[in-house]
C-alpha cells in the first residue's frame, strides 16, 4: 500500500507547485512577476523542505517513525478541519455577497 501512495508524490508536488507558481503570476504585476516566483521557490525549496526535514528528523529521534507519523497526521487533520471550517463560514460568504435564495431560471418562450 505505501508503494502505491508513494507513487502519487511526483505527481501531487508539480500539481502544488504549478499551482503556487499560477498563484504567485497572478498576485503579481508584469515586472515584478519574475521576482515573486524566485521569491516562492526560495520558500518551497529552500526554507519549507529544510525546516521540514529538520524537524521531522528531530520529532523520529525523539518520538519514533510511528509517533511522528501520527503527530503529522493529526496536523494534517486539524490544519484541513480549520480550512474547511473558514472556507464554509467565512469566505463562500464573501465570494456572492448578492446571493438569494430564489434560484429559479427563467426560459423566454
Known amino acids: 500500500m505505501c508503494l502505491v501512495l508513494a507513487s502519487f508524490e511526483g505527481v501531487t508536488n508539480c500539481l502544488s507547485v504549478a499551482a503556487a507558481s499560477t498563484y ?3 498576485v503579481s504585476s508584469l515586472s515584478t512577476t519574475s521576482s515573486v ?6 520558500l518551497y525549496h529552500g526554507i519549507g523542505q529544510g525546516a521540514g526535514s529538520f524537524i ?3 520529532l523520529i ?4 517513525y ?8 493529526v496536523f494534517a487533520l ?3 478541519s480549520s480550512y474547511a471550517l473558514v472556507n464554509f463560514c467565512y469566505l463562500r ?3 456572492n455577497p448578492e446571493r438569494s435564495s430564489d434560484n429559479t431560471i427563467e426560459m423566454n418562450t
Do not use: E, H, L, P
Not at 37 to 42: A, T, Y
Not at 66 to 73: C, D, E, P, Q
Open 37 to 42: 516566483r524566485g521569491i516562492m521557490g526560495c
Open 78 to 80: 486539524v490544519a484541513a
Open 56 to 58: 521531522a528528523g528531530a
Open 66 to 73: 510511528r509517533t511522528t507519523f501520527t503527530i503529522f497526521g
Open 93 to 95: 460568504k464573501q465570494d
Open 24 to 26: 504567485a503570476v497572478s
Open 61 to 64: 529521534n525523539i518520538y519514533g
